[in-house]
C-alpha cells in the first residue's frame, strides 16, 4: 500500500534554445497539520495567499528560514 508523504510541488519544466530548464517554483510539505512551506519561488509570496484564504498564520512554518529566525516572523516555529 503507498505512503501518503503529503508533498506537494510546482516546477516548471521545458527547453530554452535547445537547453533543458527545470526548477522548482514551489515545495509544500503537511508535517503535524501544518503548512511547511520549504521553498517559495512566486512573486507575491504562498504565506500570504494562504492568510488571506483563511489559513491561520500559526498554521504556517516558514521552513525555508533557519528555526532560530522562524520565532522573529509572525508565523509558526515549527
Known amino acids: 500500500m503507498p505512503r501518503r508523504r503529503h508533498r506537494y510541488q510546482l516546477v516548471h519544466v521545458g527547453w530554452s534554445n535547445k537547453r533543458r530548464v527545470y526548477g522548482c517554483v514551489l515545495h509544500l510539505d503537511i508535517k503535524k497539520e501544518k503548512i511547511w512551506i520549504q521553498h517559495d519561488g512566486t512573486e507575491g509570496g504562498i504565506a500570504?495567499?494562504?492568510?488571506?484564504?483563511?489559513?491561520?498564520?500559526?498554521?504556517?512554518?516558514?521552513?525555508?528560514?533557519?528555526?532560530?529566525?522562524?520565532?522573529?516572523?509572525?508565523?509558526?516555529?515549527?
Open 48 to 78: 500570504d495567499e494562504l492568510t488571506s484564504r483563511g489559513v491561520p498564520k500559526q498554521d504556517i512554518v516558514l521552513a525555508f528560514h533557519s528555526p532560530f529566525k522562524r520565532q522573529f516572523t509572525e508565523f509558526a516555529v515549527g
